[in-house]
């Protein structure tokens, strides 16, 4: 389960970006792997930490919307709905109630 680099060894991620924009993408597969490759913080903790800043940015919903990548890189990476659920509601206290509550809305939309 999970990748050694949850960026440069998802190729179906890498087609998504590109499927943005294929600059885009080879860009955010360029950058993104190698900080995703840095090796103190493992992968598990890294996606969930997307996910935390998607809640503060608000990027769960459009297109090219970032959440639905980071919660399915989390999942892949062995991260359990119950461990994002709880980010969830730690992300209440430092981001705001109204941001997670979309955030958990969209999360049930992902993952049913």
């Not at 996910?51 to 919307?65: F, K, L, M, R």
């Not at 709880?86 to 969209?106: D, P, R």
């Amino acid at each position: 389960m999970g990748h050694k680099n949850a960026v440069l060894d998802d190729i179906n991620l890498q087609n998504a970006l590109k499927d943005i924009n294929p600059k885009f993408g080879d860009f955010c597969t360029r950058v993104a792997g190698e900080a995703w490759g840095l090796p103190l913080i493992d992968q598990k903790t890294k996606a969930l930490i997307t996910i935390a800043v998607d809640v503060v940015n608000q990027d769960q919903v459009g297109p090219g919307s970032p959440f639905a990548a980071h919660v399915n890189m989390a999942i892949q990476q062995g991260a359990t709905r119950e461990e994002i659920e709880e980010l969830l509601l730690f992300m209440c206290v430092y981001a705001g109630f109204n941001k997670a509550a979309g955030c958990f809305g969209t999360l049930n939309e992902i993952l049913g």
